[in-house]
């Protein structure tokens, strides 16, 4: 299983460009790397995917290192509504043989004022 | 608002009752999932849906009962809980069984579940 690894927590400053990095140093090259963030209470909501190259969309843009071992969610303007926890995942196998999302500790984003 | 909608958003019940939770997606989808969030837990993945066939049960006491009646329908049936079944239950959906081929899953705003 390729594991990910994030910081439990960041603050950001409101209008300022809110970088989450991820390690996944055991990742195996046909494995993406997912981003998901859960507002308080709330179900999680996808932001990203990526394999290779990075990505963006109108939520955040994604930046995936060359050897594929850590990437970084990069939302560029943060406003209060982004304040959340970040999940970083790459899935995995099951034991059944499915593959599925398993969501870790994450990241909690918390932007200021 | 994702498509997928779960009822009730809260629900209390003593350890004698028998309830139910809902998820309904009527976002063409083949998958459907339920999960577990306990207080500073990570998400727990509890049943997985495909076609309306159970693939999946990842060690889930039998006091949790899931049904998936039709594509669109996911059913957690609950009896004699503990207080330590208290938690927020998520429902998601995919378009697919492999839920992460190049795609995505939409969750549900989940039902706050108190067992007293």
């Known amino acids: 299983d390729a594991k990910t690894t994030q910081p439990p927590s960041m603050d950001c400053a409101e209008g300022r460009a809110a970088n989450l990095p991820c390690n996944h140093s055991?990742?195996?090259?046909?494995?993406?790397v997912y981003w998901y963030r859960q507002i308080h209470s709330q179900g999680p909501q996808y932001i990203i995917h990526?394999?290779?190259n990075n990505e963006t969309n109108e939520m955040a843009s994604l930046i995936i290192t060359e050897d594929r071992k850590s990437s970084t969610l990069i939302l560029p303007h943060a406003t209060l509504r982004d304040t959340a926890v970040y999940y970083c995942i790459v899935p995995h196998i099951s034991n059944f043989g499915n593959e599925k999302l398993t969501f870790g500790t994450g990241t909690r984003l918390t932007i200021i004022p | 608002e994702t498509g997928v909608t779960q009822t009730p958003r809260h629900l209390v019940m003593g350890m004698t009752n028998k309830k139910s939770l809902k998820c309904e997606q009527h976002?063409?989808?083949?998958?459907m999932y339920w999960y577990k969030q306990s207080a500073k837990k990570p998400l727990e993945l509890m049943f997985v849906y495909s076609l309306e066939e159970r693939v999946e049960n990842n060690s889930v006491p039998s006091r949790f009962s899931p049904e998936c009646p039709n594509s669109s329908h996911l059913f957690l049936h609950l009896h004699t809980l503990q207080p330590e079944d208290s938690a927020l239950y998520l429902c998601?959906?995919?378009?697919?069984?492999?839920?992460?081929?190049?795609?995505?899953?939409?969750f549900g705003q989940g039902t706050r579940l108190t067992v007293v």
């Open positions: 976002l063409g989808h083949n998958a």
């Open positions: 998601a959906s995919s378009q697919d069984l492999s839920e992460v081929m190049n795609t995505e899953a939409f």
């Open positions: 055991t990742i195996s090259g046909n494995e993406y």
């Open positions: 990526g394999l290779k």
